[in-house]
T-cell receptor, first 110, second 120 residues
Framework: DAKTTQPNSMESNEEEPVHLPCNHS???????IHWYRQLPSQGPEYVIH???SNVNNRMASLAIAEDRKSSTLILHRATLRDAAVYYC???????????FGKGTKLTVNP | GAVVSQHPSWVICKSGTSVKIECRSL??????MFWYRQFPKQSLMLMAT?????????EQGVEKDKFLINHASLTLSTLTVTSAHPEDSSFYIC????????????????FGPGTRLTVT
């Protein structure tokens, strides 16, 4: 499994954009980059995933570097509900297993 | 949208007893389900992969005789913690993948809300 490096914590203000970085320099060519988040005392929640191209959905955008060694999860307007631990997880193409690292704890200030 | 439920949401049991936790996919079928454990202030740790109609695959260091997994149907997987001890107290979470997906890593997983187990 590709190793990931994420900041332990980040802070943002409500209604401002948030850029959550992830380094995955050992990623292989067929690894998909997944992002999940976990709110306190809840199970994780899928956010977004991609392979090479940038991806957008109703929750967030995923910007993948051209060399795929890093990616950035973008929350366009943070809300208090976005306060959670965000996990960046590369997954091998044929695998189904999610291996969670420590993630980034995002605090959103009102 | 895809929903995964767990029952119970919390349970307290005495040391030495067994506890069963159910994981259900409510609006989709799941060939594969996953069980995780999470201790306070730590990340999720994958315990095992549950496959419908076959034996579960356990991660290294997880005792298969202590954590019994049964995946009897395409919508139900159960985790039984046998002879529970206080050190088994944890947050247990299951997840599932919609089998209609293309398979592999190009899919999303759906997680249950978790079951908090306290062993006294």
């Amino acid at each position: 499994d590709a190793k990931t490096t994420q900041p332990n914590s980040m802070e943002s203000n409500e209604e401002e954009p948030v850029h959550l970085p992830c380094n995955h320099s050992t990623i292989s060519g067929t690894d998909y980059i997944h992002w999940y988040r976990q709110l306190p005392s809840q199970g994780p929640e899928y956010v977004i995933h991609g392979l090479t191209s940038n991806v957008n959905n109703r929750m967030a955008s995923l910007a993948i570097a051209e060399d795929r060694k890093s990616s950035t999860l973008i929350l366009h307007r943070a809300t208090l509900r976005d306060a959670a631990v965000y996990y960046c997880i590369p997954i091998q193409g044929g695998s189904e297993k999610l291996v969670f690292g420590k993630g980034t704890k995002l605090t959103v200030n009102p | 949208g895809a929903v995964v439920s767990q029952h119970p949401s919390w349970v307290i049991c005495k040391s030495g007893t067994s506890v069963k936790i159910e994981c259900r996919s409510l609006d989709f079928q799941a060939t594969t389900m996953f069980w995780y454990r999470q201790f306070p202030k730590q990340s999720l740790m994958l315990m095992a992969t549950s496959n419908e109609g076959s034996k579960a695959t356990y991660e290294q260091g997880v005792e298969k005789d202590k954590f019994l997994i049964n995946h009897a149907s395409l919508t139900l997987s159960t985790l039984t913690v046998t002879s529970a001890h206080p050190e088994d107290s944890s947050f247990y979470i299951c997840s599932a993948r919609d089998m209609r997906g293309s398979g592999g890593a190009n899919y999303e997983q759906y997680f249950g809300p978790g079951t908090r187990l306290t062993v006294t």
